[in-house]
T-cell receptor
Framework: EPEVTQTPSHQVTQMGQEVILRCVPI?????FYWYRQILGQKVEFLVS????????KSEIFDDQFSVERPDGSNFTLKIRSTKLEDSAMYFC???????????FGPGTRLTVT | SQQGEEDPQALSIQEGENATMNCSYK?????LQWYRQNSGRGLVHLIL?????REKHSGRLRVTLDTSKKSSSLLITASRAADTASYFC??????????????FGDGTTLTVKP
């Protein structure tokens, strides 16, 4: 199984601060996804990204969220002004194409205080 | 009920027994994937089954898909204590409409007692 890595593993931030979560790519994986999982709840789709563009996004992915591949390598999720309810595990996933297996990273635990 | 609902919510069995988890969904799908999640950890991909497939095997795992009933099942045979985890199904919609926007269920928490 392809290895997907994410950094940091855990981030604590104060409400209103900006956070950037990073995902390290695999060369032949063209599609990227971000999901979140609030403690004790189901995994929720945030956004999918292909060819440097957002393919799909959910209602959760509002103007506070953005994604990019700043240097063609890392895939980042930015939350501009964090809220308490943003506290969750954030998972990056990759796949070689739409409708193919998605491989998840270990996640970043974000705690907003 | 929501897209990608698993049942039971919790399942407790003895090592060596088989475990069956079910997933139901509402809308037409391109594929359905099963994942395992150990407590506080990431999701591990188990099996992907496409809408034109009825059954797939991987080791001790067997997944079935019934698109007429909009349901899938995951069977783990000869369970081990290490199989203790939460299991989720996730559906991908038909390609072209919200493609790649996977919807996860609430999951089944499996406990395998040694």
């Amino acid at each position: 199984e392809p290895e997907v890595t994410q950094t940091p593993s855990h981030q604590v931030t104060q409400m209103g601060q900006e956070v950037i979560l990073r995902c390290v790519p695999i060369s032949n994986h063209l599609y990227f996804y971000w999901y979140r999982q609030i403690l004790g709840q189901k995994v929720e789709f945030l956004v999918s990204f292909y060819n440097n563009e957002i393919s799909e996004k959910s209602e959760i992915f509002d103007d506070q969220f953005s994604v990019e591949r700043p240097d063609g390598s890392n895939f980042t999720l930015k939350i501009r002004s964090t809220k308490l309810e943003d506290s969750a595990m954030y998972f990056c996933a990759r796949s070689t194409g739409l409708g193919y297996e998605q491989y998840f990273g270990p996640g970043t635990r974000l705690t907003v205080t | 009920s929501q897209q990608g609902e698993e049942d039971p919510q919790a399942l407790s069995i003895q090592e060596g027994e088989n475990a069956t988890m079910n997933c139901s969904y509402k809308t037409s799908i391109n594929n359905l994937q099963w994942y395992r999640q150990n407590s506080g950890r990431g999701l591990v991909h188990l099996i992907l089954i496409r809408s034109n497939e009825r059954e797939k095997h991987s080791g001790r795992l067997r997944v079935t898909l019934d698109t007429s009933k909009k349901s899938s099942s995951l069977l783990i045979t000869a369970s081990r204590a290490a199989d203790t985890a939460s299991y989720f199904c996730a559906t991908d919609p038909i390609a072209g409409t919200n493609a790649g926007k996977s919807t996860f269920g609430d999951g089944t928490t499996l406990t395998v007692k040694p």
